[in-house]
Each structure stands twice: as C-alpha cells, then as structure tokens.
C-alpha cells in the first residue's frame, strides 16, 4: 500500500509540474492525489470509491484553493489524475484494434462509468460550496472591467 501510495503521489506531483502549477503549489495537489488514491484503495477500488475519492478531492481542492487564495483547478486537477481510467480507456481501444467489439463495449462502459463518477464526485464537492459561498448572484465571480481604447489616440 505504501508503494501506491508513493506512486500517486509521483504521478499526481509529475502531472501539476506538466500543468505548470506553480512551484509552492505542488505538494497540495500531490498530497490531495495522495489522500484520494488512499480512500479509493481503502474502499475497495470500485467506481462508488472511485465517486466518494473524487468527492474527497474535490472537498481539499475548496479548501486548499480558500486557503492558499488560488484557483480550485490547481489543486484539483493533479489530485484526481491518480484516478483517471486510463488502464480501462487502453483496454477499450485494444480490444476495438483487435475485432473484440463486445470486450470493448463492456470496458469502454466500465471505463465510462469510472469517468462519469469522477466527474460527478467533482462536482458535487465544488457546485454547492461556491453557490452558499456568496449567496445569490454574488457567486459569479465579476471579470476586471476594462476599456476598449478607441482607435485614434487623444489629441492634446
């Protein structure tokens, strides 16, 4: 276990250096890949472990993002790299080169399904939390206004 465990957090540190995640970002998202790959080999490696993983790492990635005053993505995105279905999306592919259309579409549908829960993991841990966060349209985060400078400079 512990050899998993250091290998996601290899892979997820590797990913947010691919990402350009700034330096003093790094062990967050390693550490939150780490804790993720840790509660989905504790609940059996299933897609409702692969769900309650991405839940998990969404929830470090709302706290992480408040307390370093950084975007969510930062933090979220090297952290469920760990779980990504790449395994199962190869899986599909080579059955699909091979003829095996039958063994593609089971694991293509596993595969999607494992995509699906990580995705709605994610989303539950973020949606809520920045809908409460402000209240009302508050939530939207406004854009710096700027001006379209106009063609012709001023004269003086």
Not at 23 to 52: D, E, M, Q
Not at 55 to 79: D, H, N, S
Request: charged share 10%.
């Amino acid at each position: 276990m512990l050899t998993e465990l250091t290998v996601a957090f290899i892979a997820a540190l590797a990913f947010a250096v691919v990402f350009n995640v700034p330096v003093r970002y790094l062990l967050p998202g390693a550490l939150a890949g780490t804790i993720g790959w840790l509660v989905f080999r504790s609940l059996g490696g299933t897609n409702t472990a692969i769900f309650f993983s991405s839940l998990g790492i969404g929830l470090l990635a709302e706290g992480g993002a408040r307390m370093f005053r950084v975007p969510v993505l930062i933090i979220a995105v090297p952290g469920i790299i760990p779980l990504v279905p790449g395994a199962g999306a190869y899986s599909t592919m080579l059955a699909l080169v091979k003829g095996n259309f039958i063994g593609a579409l089971t694991k293509g549908t596993e595969t999607l399904f494992a995509a699906g829960a990580i995705a709605v993991g994610i989303a539950i841990a973020t949606v809520p939390l920045r809908l409460v966060q402000r209240g009302g349209e508050k939530h939207i985060r406004k854009t710096a206004h700027t001006r379209i400078a106009s063609i012709n400079p001023p004269e003086h």
